[in-house]
Nanobody, 125 residues
């Protein structure tokens, strides 16, 4: 079974930057798509970004376009989320996820197969 472990969360001042990482492990690891989702207090888990297996296709939620950048290093089984110009409303638990079914990517939670435990990002105002 694939295991995903996020890291890099913490407390950041508004306008600052943070880089999250998600490392995948397991004998069957071969995700078609890696994605990031987030869940703020009182809100549903929402899509943030995805990157296709080859890295050739990415997509971002409107709320983070121009501020966040997703990348992956398949040799390290790692996906990154570089966050800049952070705002207070970016505060959430950030989760990485992997899809074994969709090579070109998907924004739907139900189409991801594995999830990490989450990492807390708090942006101070």
């Amino acid at each position: 079974q694939v295991q995903l472990v996020e890291s890099g969360g913490g407390l950041v001042q508004a306008g600052g930057s943070l880089r999250l990482a998600c490392v995948a492990s397991g004998p069957t690891f071969s995700p078609y798509t890696m994605g990031w989702f987030r869940q703020a207090p009182g809100k549903e888990r929402e899509f943030v970004a995805f990157i296709s297996r080859s890295g050739g296709s990415t997509r971002y939620a409107d709320s983070v376009k121009g501020r966040f950048s997703i990348s992956r290093d398949n040799a390290k089984n790692t996906v990154y989320l570089q966050m800049s110009s952070l705002r207070h409303d970016d505060t959430a638990v950030y989760y990485c996820a992997s899809s074994m079914r969709y090579i070109l990517g998907t924004t739907r939670r139900s189409e991801y197969d594995y999830w990490g435990q989450g990492t807390q990002v708090t942006v101070a105002s």
